[in-house]
C-alpha cells in the first residue's frame, strides 16, 4: 500500500517559497505606495505583501500543499476560542492603558489620520490585519505545524513577523527587543486560539491583530514605534498571552486527569 502521508521535508520548499515571496512582495509594495495615494497611515500597502506572497505559493504549489494544510476542528471549539481570544483583546486593552498612564503617556483617543474618518480607518486596519494573517497563520505557521510543535511554529512564525519589519532596526535596541518580544507573544497566543482550517484560522487570527491594531491607534497613534510605546505594547502582549497559556495549560491537564479517570474506569469495568 503506497502512502499518501507528505515526506518530513515537503514542508519546507513552500515555506521558503512563500518568505521569499512575501519579502519581495513586501519591496514592491513600498515602492507602490507613493504611487497609490494612500497614506500610509491609513493604510500600508506592504501589510497585503503576505497575502500576496501566500497566493502565489498556493498557486505554485497547489497540488502538494492539500496534504500540509490542517482541517477543520468542530464550530463549537471556533466558537469558544473566539470568545476566550475577545477575552485576550481585552485584557491586552486593559494592561496597555494602564502600563501608558503608569509611564505618565497620554492616551490619544479617537482620532482622524491624514484626514480620514476614525470609523473608515477602522475599516483599513481590518483590511491590513487581513492581509497579515492570509499570510502568518494562514500559510507559514500551517506549514511549519507539520515539522514543529504548535509552541515553536508560533514562535518562529513570530519571529518571522517582527523581523519582517524592518523599519523596527533603525529604531534602537530597545524597539527592536520589544517589538520582538510583543510579536513572539501575540504569535503564541494566536497560534493556539487559531486551529483548523486556513480560513478558521485566518478569521480569528485577524480579529486579534485588528484589535490589537485599533487599541495601538487609540492609546498611541503614531507613537507606537517609539520606546514607551513598544515597551507597553510588549507587557500588555507578554502579559495576556501568559495569562491564557496558563489557561490553556490548565485545561489539558484537567482533560488528562479525566482521562486517565476514564482509562481506569473502563479498565475495573473489564
Known amino acids: 500500500m503506497t502512502s499518501t502521508a507528505p515526506a518530513p521535508r515537503a514542508f519546507l520548499v513552500p515555506t521558503l517559497t512563500f518568505v521569499v515571496l512575501t519579502f519581495v512582495a513586501s519591496g514592491a509594495m513600498l515602492l507602490l505606495q507613493p504611487v497609490s495615494g494612500i497614506e500610509p497611515g491609513v493604510l500600508p500597502l506592504v501589510q497585503l505583501a503576505p497575502a500576496v506572497g501566500a497566493g502565489l505559493t498556493f498557486a505554485i504549489f497547489r497540488g502538494r500543499l492539500a496534504p500540509l494544510l490542517p482541517g477543520a476542528v468542530p464550530r463549537r471549539q471556533v466558537v469558544a476560542h473566539l470568545v476566550l481570544a475577545f477575552a485576550a483583546c481585552l485584557l ?12 505618565g503617556e497620554p492616551l490619544a483617543g479617537v482620532h482622524a489620520t491624514a484626514g480620514v474618518p476614525f ?20 500559510m507559514l505557521q500551517p506549514l511549519l505545524e507539520n515539522r514543529f510543535s504548535l509552541l515553536v511554529a508560533s514562535v518562529v512564525t513570530g ?19 520589544g517589538f520582538l518580544l510583543a510579536t513572539v507573544a501575540l504569535s503564541v497566543l494566536v497560534g493556539h486560539f487559531g486551529r483548523g482550517t486556513v480560513g478558521q484560522r485566518v478569521a480569528l487570527a485577524t480579529l486579534v491583530h485588528w484589535l490589537v491594531n485599533v ?15 513598544t515597551v507597553a505594547n510588549a507587557i500588555a502582549a ?33
Not at 94 to 99: A, I
Open 92 to 103: 491586552y486593552w486593559g494592561v496597555l492603558v494602564v502600563t501608558l498612564l503608569v509611564q
Open 119 to 138: 470609523v473608515l480607518l477602522l475599516l483599513t486596519y481590518l483590511v491590513g490585519a487581513a492581509g497579515e494573517e492570509i499570510g502568518w497563520r494562514g
Open 159 to 177: 519571529l518571522v513577523w517582527g523581523v519582517w519589519h524592518v523599519q523596527i532596526f533603525t529604531a534602537g535596541p530597545v524597539v527592536i527587543v
Open 215 to 229: 487599541a495601538l491607534l487609540l492609546t498611541l497613534g503614531d507613537r507606537h514605534s517609539t520606546p514607551e510605546g
Open 238 to 270: 507578554l502579559v495576556t498571552t501568559a495569562v491564557f497559556m496558563a489557561m490553556f495549560a490548565a485545561a489539558q491537564r484537567k482533560r488528562g486527569k479525566s482521562a486517565l479517570v476514564a482509562r481506569r474506569t473502563q479498565d475495573v469495568a473489564a
